[in-house]
T-cell receptor
Framework: ETGVTQTPRHLVMGMTNKKSLKCEQH?????MYWYKQSAKKPLELMFV???????ENNSVPSRFSPECPNSSHLFLHLHTLQPEDSALYLC?????????????????FGPGTRLTVL | AQTVTQSQPEMSVQEAETVTLSCTYD???????LFWYKQPPSRQMILVIR??????QNATENRFSVNFQKAAKSFSLKISDSQLGDTAMYFC???????????FGDGTTLTVKP
C-alpha cells in the first residue's frame, strides 16, 4: 500500500533474547522514525533520523538501539526487553524540506511489527 | 510540553452521514502543524489531512475537512458522506515546528455502520 515495509510483521521473544526489527522505505525520503504504539496509550515517538543522523531520542531505554545505515533503511535492535515493551512498533518516513524539522511534513507509515515479550 | 486531547474514545455513524471528531491541544508555540491520521484495522496508518497553523483557511481533502480554531486550540475533523471504509482509529497529532517534537492524541475509534 505504501512504500514503507517492515519485517518481521510479528515477533515473539523472551526477555533474554536479542532481535532486530527492520524498516525499509522506497520513497526516496530523507527522514525515518520509530514509534511505539501500546494499547490504551498514545503513539510514542522513539527515534528520529534525518539524513542518517539521529536527531531525536525521546528518553528511550538503552535496551532499544536504533541503527540507520542509509536513508532507506532503519533498524531497531532489541535486547533484554521487558514484558511491558510488548507493543506495535511502527516505522515511518518523510521528505524533510531544507531548514525544516522532521515531522512537519507528511509521514508515511509501515504496517508495523507486533512484538510480544514473554 | 504539548498535549493533545481526543475526548471521544469511540464513535459511530451511519453510512452516508456526517461525523465530527474532536481534538484539542495545548501549546504556547505559534508555529506548528496539525495532522489527522487514520489507522484502519490491521492496516497501515495513513495521513488524512494536514494543517499549518499560520494558515487561516481550513484544510480540505475530498470528504474530509477540518475546523481549525487557533485561538481555542481546537482542530476537529469532519467526515462527510461516511463510507464503510472510513472505519478506523483516527489520531490527531501536533508538531512543534521549532522543537521538532510530535505529540499524538489517544485516538478515536470510528465505526461506520451500514
Amino acid at each position: 500500500e505504501t512504500g514503507v515495509t517492515q519485517t518481521p510483521r510479528h515477533l515473539v521473544m523472551g526477555m533474554t533474547n536479542k532481535k532486530s526489527l527492520k524498516c525499509e522505505q522506497h520513497l526516496g525520503h530523507n527522514a525515518m522514525y520509530w514509534y511505539k504504539q501500546s494499547a490504551k496509550k498514545p503513539l510514542e515517538l522513539m527515534f528520529v533520523y534525518n539524513f542518517k543522523e539521529q536527531t531525536e531520542n525521546n528518553s528511550v531505554p538503552s535496551r532499544f538501539s536504533p541503527e540507520c545505515p542509509n536513508s532507506s533503511h532503519l533498524f531497531l535492535h532489541l535486547h533484554t526487553l521487558q514484558p511491558e515493551d510488548s507493543a506495535l512498533y511502527l516505522c515511518a518516513s518523510s521528505q524533510v524540506l531544507a531548514g525544516a524539522h522532521p515531522g512537519t511534513d507528511t509521514q508515511y507509515f509501515g504496517p508495523g511489527t507486533r512484538l510480544t515479550v514473554l | 510540553a504539548q498535549t493533545v486531547t481526543q475526548s471521544q474514545p469511540e464513535m459511530s455513524v451511519q453510512e452516508a452521514e456526517t461525523v465530527t471528531l474532536s481534538c484539542t491541544y495545548d501549546t504556547s508555540e505559534n508555529n506548528y502543524y496539525l495532522f489527522w491520521y487514520k489507522q484502519p484495522p490491521s492496516r497501515q496508518m495513513i495521513l488524512v489531512i494536514r494543517q499549518e497553523a499560520y494558515k487561516q483557511q481550513n484544510a480540505t481533502e475530498n470528504r474530509f475537512s477540518v475546523n481549525f480554531q487557533k485561538a481555542a486550540k481546537s482542530f476537529s475533523l469532519k467526515i462527510s458522506d461516511s463510507q464503510l471504509g472510513d472505519t478506523a482509529m483516527y489520531f490527531c497529532a501536533f508538531m512543534n515546528t521549532n522543537a521538532g517534537k510530535s505529540t499524538f492524541g489517544d485516538g478515536t475509534t470510528l465505526t461506520v455502520k451500514p
